[in-house]
């Protein structure tokens, strides 16, 4: 079936710092992929998306490719606040499912 | 503020106990959906209402039992849980699948 692995957490890093989180992911056809966001004690929100491949998802300084040669939906900021401190997870939607398939989440601490 | 309004917070029940959680949803969707949230695991998706109909259960254990009386509201009704199933559940809504919108989550610890 359709799923998505992102790399382990935690990662923690100083602000103004570069994050990438990984994500790869296993699915037939043409999938969209998301990365949605987890700040503390709240809900998940939806941070930027792409629908085909060599789309490019932003929002809030972070950017993700849709790489699909190598199956990849890699997660990037250059430099990130302390309010970026969150749990982030990548998803994917099949091209003929309505379902969303999350990843087990990253969590990013950023110090001041 | 997503829309999605999930009660109560926190939940600390024993393992005979029965209740219930609640969601709401004031966005006008037509898909619901409970997720549990477990740490260092992915999210798991439990059950999908499409207009009031489930059109999925991924394996959930009978102790967990969905309502969906209408398309705003969405109760997980929980009966004889396992300490294991101590989790954060999330309700989630959408228009269509293709952007969906949490509530907060209710924190569950069964004893």
């Known amino acids: 079936g359709d799923s998505v692995t992102q790399m382990e957490g935690p990662v923690t890093l100083s602000e103004e710092a570069f994050l990438t989180i990984n994500c790869t992911y296993t699915a037939t056809g043409y999938p969209s992929l998301f990365w949605y966001v987890q700040y503390p004690g709240e809900g998940l929100q939806l941070l930027l998306k792409a629908t085909k491949a060599d789309d490019k998802g932003s929002n809030k300084g972070f950017e993700a490719t849709y790489r699909k040669e190598t199956t990849s939906f890699h997660l990037e900021k250059g430099s990130v606040q302390v309010s970026d401190s969150a749990v982030y997870f990548c998803a994917l939607r099949g091209s003929n499912d309505y379902k969303l398939s999350f990843g087990a989440g990253t969590t990013v601490t950023v110090r001041a | 503020e997503t829309g999605v309004t999930q009660t109560p917070r926190h939940l600390v029940m024993g393992m005979t106990n029965k209740k219930s959680l609640k969601c709401e949803q004031h966005l006008g969707h037509n898909a619901m959906y409970w997720y549990k949230q477990s740490a260092k695991k992915p999210l798991e998706l439990m059950f999908v209402y499409n207009f009031k109909e489930q059109t999925e259960n991924n394996s959930v254990p009978s102790r967990f039992s969905p309502e969906c009386p209408n398309s705003s509201h969405l109760f997980l009704h929980l009966h004889t849980l396992q300490p294991e199933d101590s989790a954060l559940y999330l309700c989630?809504?959408?228009?269509?699948?293709?952007?969906?919108?949490f509530g907060e989550g209710s924190r569950l610890t069964v004893l």
């Open positions: 989630a809504s959408s228009q269509g699948g293709e952007k969906l919108f």
